[in-house]
């Protein structure tokens, strides 16, 4: 686990998802991913290796992000108890830390490093879990896009540290 080097960045993550074989069915929790510069998680069917249809280059996204807090609003401003972690179908959750403010930085995780670039686009299976969710979700309220600069492990727990 990394020691966290900036006390600004309390964040840590939460939990680990990868996308099963079968489209659309249910993300599964693993304890560590392993990451490969370029492509993405090593054994996630969705996004690894997977080539941008305009230019036929690696695509950027390659792991999608999600801060429990923000699922936690979501959930209660639909007036559920809770939504359960890797039912938003984002790759990686974490905990105390606003992630869209890390846009266009370089983070590090475990012993990976990425590149937050975007904020995540909702899809229409965001409603799947409750009506409404999509649209909670807009407005940098859904977690954020990254590509893989540095290949590395990430695991349950470790800190998020921003690059300087």
């Known amino acids: 686990m990394n020691a966290n080097t900036s006390p600004a960045l309390p964040g840590r993550i939460a ?7 079968q489209p659309g069915g249910p993300l599964q929790p693993v304890e560590a991913i392993e990451l490969v510069a370029g492509r993405g998680i090593r054994d996630d069917t969705r996004y ?10 690696p695509s950027r996204r390659q792991v999608t992000l999600i801060e ?6 979501h959930a209660a401003a639909l ?17 105390g830390i606003n992630l869209i403010s890390l846009l266009n930085r370089e ?7 990425l590149r937050f670039y975007a904020p995540r686009d909702p899809c229409a299976k965001m409603d799947a879990i409750c009506q409404g969710l999509r649209t909670l979700m807009l407005n940098s309220r859904q977690g954020v ?15 998020i540290d921003l690059r300087p």
Request: proline share 3%.
């Open 15 to 21: 939990s680990l998802h990868l996308h099963p074989a």
């Open 48 to 57: 690894f290796g997977r080539l941008s249809r305009d230019t036929n280059e």
């Open 68 to 73: 429990r807090e923000q699922i936690s609003e």
């Open 79 to 95: 007036g559920l108890s809770s939504i359960a972690p890797g039912a938003v179908r984002s790759n990686i959750e974490t905990t």
């Open 107 to 113: 983070v590090e995780i475990g012993s990976a490093l």
């Open 145 to 159: 896009l990254a590509e893989v600069l540095r290949a590395g492990t990430i695991r349950v727990g470790d800190w």
